[in-house]
């Protein structure tokens, strides 16, 4: 996390000595079924599935259970972006530098729903041997990072975290869609 964030600031800084605007779009945990090239779905989703595979179960890494995240529908993250670059693009005047960043958000789901509903799908694919969350000790903590292929420090933000962010409800974000819809 640390190094993204001294990245953006990198580019913001580079930026303003170039004189030239900056814009951070930072999307969320995006769902919906991609239609173009890349990820197909969410990474988070991804990698919560990923590990479960890989211990047999779905833990639960977050430390309260109303953490949440940010969700944005796929339709609506590609829309924000399409109206971003149109501003751009037309010589609006919208906010840049340390003012622009674009996280797009439709709302939020709750950790423990998101690991819920995927226990249960890969319980009826017969991919796991219940279909209840568990809390994860240190040595699932070393299983889930072999299988996502990272350090143990970067598994819970590649599963879970808290994040909030009334940015875009303060600019009046209008969505297509509602973070109920991401189950």
Known sequence: MQQ???TNSRIIELSESLGVKSYIFCPCAVYGKGEGFGNKISIQT???VRAAKATGRVYNLTERDDWAWPVCHLLDNTMLYVEILRKILS???IPHGRNGYYPPSS???AWKDVYASIATALFKRGLLMDCAVHPADDDILAAMAAALDSPKEMVA???GGE???PFLRSKGNK???FSADVF
Request: hydrophobic fraction near 45%.
């Open 91 to 93: 010589s609006d005047d």
């Open 4 to 6: 993204g964030v001294e």
């Open 175 to 177: 969505s297509n869609f």
């Open 46 to 48: 991804a990698a919560i």
């Open 107 to 109: 709302g939020r789901a």
């Open 163 to 165: 994040y909030v962010n």
């Open 157 to 159: 933000v590649q599963v």
